[in-house]
T-cell receptor, first 110, second 112 residues
Framework: RKEVEQDPGPFNVPEGATVAFNCTYS??????FFWYRQDCRKEPKLLMS???SGNEDGRFTAQLNRASQYISLLIRDSKLSDSATYLC???????????FGKGTRLSVIA | NAGVTQTPKFQVLKTGQSMTLQCAQD?????MYWYRQDPGMGLRLIYY???????DKGEVPNGYNVSRLNKREFSLRLESAAPSQTSVYFC???????????FGPGTRLTVT
């Protein structure tokens, strides 16, 4: 079983739609959680960290369910510029390297 | 600040040729990483260096070697390139204890 699993998509949604991405992780000792964004043919960049209590950054909301080992990202009022691949990322402990999911591709259509 | 830089941006090799991918960061980060990204496979860690003078294998180290030349630079060497090493290679760096990793722009390598 892959350590971090995501629905690969693609998700094709109209502008203004709300879209949710889900991710599961297999290591119950995982300590830190993130969503990264990767534009086509570009490097990944941190979108937001995910905290146990859930957190919001503008139109983006991230949630963590440690009991179910599940992470989600909700994007409200989708923009064309949100089109990208969204990577679910986990750090297991301390200063160990990040573990990346394969990513979910989002296309926002006018 | 340039952040993380990688050279070259593109490279075509013939099977059996060798080359070194260069990576440098100007953010005074302790940790550096090499990943490869293939369609449908996501980012996979090749090697990493938690601090100057140390290197460790990641998920897919076979066919690669690395050198942490100093705190700024971390190079990846392919001694005898194979078509299976056709990929996009990303270098990244981070500060120990800080969670975000910063990525370079990538090197697109094709082995024929």
């Amino acid at each position: 079983r892959k350590e971090v699993e995501q629905d690969p998509g693609p998700f094709n949604v109209p502008e203004g739609a709300t879209v949710a991405f889900n991710c599961t992780y297999s290591n119950s000792a995982s300590q830190s959680f993130f969503w990264y964004r990767q534009d086509c043919r570009k490097e990944p960049k941190l979108l937001m960290s995910v905290y146990s209590s859930g957190n919001e950054d503008g139109r983006f909301t991230a949630q963590l369910n440690r009991a179910s080992q599940y992470i989600s990202l909700l994007i409200r009022d989708s923009k064309l510029s949100d089109s990208a691949t969204y990577l679910c990322v986990v750090r297991n402990s301390g200063n160990t390297p990040l573990v990346f999911g394969k990513g979910t591709r989002l296309s926002v259509i006018a | 600040n340039a952040g993380v830089t990688q050279t070259p941006k593109f490279q075509v090799l013939k099977t059996g040729q060798s080359m070194t991918l260069q990576c440098a960061q100007d953010m005074n980060h302790n940790s550096m990483y090499w990943y490869r990204q293939d369609p449908g496979m996501g980012l996979r860690l090749i090697y990493y260096s938690a601090s100057e003078g140390t290197t460790d294998k990641g998920e897919v180290p076979n066919g690669y070697n690395v050198s942490r030349l100093n705190k700024r630079e971390f190079s990846l060497r392919l001694e005898s390139a194979a078509p299976s090493q056709t990929s996009v290679y990303f270098c990244a760096s981070s500060v120990e204890g800080v969670l975000e990793q910063y990525f370079g722009p990538g090197t697109r390598l094709t082995v024929t």
